[in-house]
């Protein structure tokens, strides 16, 4: 079972305060099924600022991210998101994306109804205006093809414009689960450039891998897993 004490990452870059945002982790823990997963993780991230998790299959990275986003119920602890006007009252959901091990895209519809479906549902936080479709499909290396059905993409392209939906409607945090997963070495610089930019602008980052990232002056974090052999055994 991983159990963490409290880190605060120093931010490498001086913001404009007008802009600061900051995500913070308490005491968090979780369980699956009716094994307590972790306890005790607290950090706390500002803007600008990315925090990496590692560790083996199973060892919590996919729940505290699911927690962390609002997807999942977590056992204790809690999870606060405030900006620089001090309001802490928004809900974990309302400001991040999450991208998981899946795409979240309709493979009949093509990649232009996708994004433009994602870019009317979510809209933009903060009033910060976000890339249109083209400019979202360039970033990723992919003009041309979205009026494609999503389905008729390969597994690199399709995660590609996993990406750009990120890009189309503004989310301060964005927390990823194996980002990297199906993307070749030139995805993998491509998606290490996209977190850059984000994380120039102001924005935070929570990424689950079993790959480098590229991220420079990333944190990490090693969820060390279930305590099967008792109390007190922990990483």
């Not at 490498?12 to 913070?24: C, D, H, I, W, Y």
């Amino acid at each position: 079972m991983t159990h963490f004490g409290f880190f605060c990452i120093a931010m490498t870059e001086k913001l404009n305060p007008s802009k600061v945002m900051r995500l913070e982790v308490t005491n968090l823990a979780a369980r699956r099924g009716e094994e307590l997963i972790f306890e005790g993780v607290s950090f706390c991230l500002k803007s600008g600022e990315a925090l990496v998790l590692t560790g083996k299959n199973g060892s919590g990275k996919s729940t505290l991210l699911r927690v962390v986003a609002g997807l999942l119920r977590q056992e204790s602890g809690s999870v606060t998101f405030s900006d620089s006007q001090g309001d802490d009252h928004q809900r974990a959901g309302e400001i991040s994306h999450y991208l998981g091990h899946r795409n979240a895209m309709k493979s009949e519809l093509t990649v232009a109804e996708n994004l433009d479906f994602w870019r009317r549902f979510l809209g933009d936080a903060y009033d910060t205006p976000a890339s249109s479709i083209d400019e979202a499909a360039e970033a990723v290396g992919l003009e041309g093809i979205t009026h494609l059905p999503f389905g008729y993409l390969s597994a690199g392209q399709q995660r590609r414009f996993a990406f750009a939906k990120l890009l189309v409607a503004h989310r301060p945090v964005w927390i990823l689960d194996e980002p990297t997963a199906a993307l070749d070495t030139s995805g993998d610089r491509l998606f290490a450039d996209l977190i850059e930019a984000h994380r120039r602008k102001g924005g935070i980052v929570l990424a689950a891998t079993h790959q480098p990232l590229g991220l420079e002056g990333a944190q990490e974090l090693r969820m060390a897993g279930f305590a099967h052999s008792g109390p007190g055994v922990w990483e």
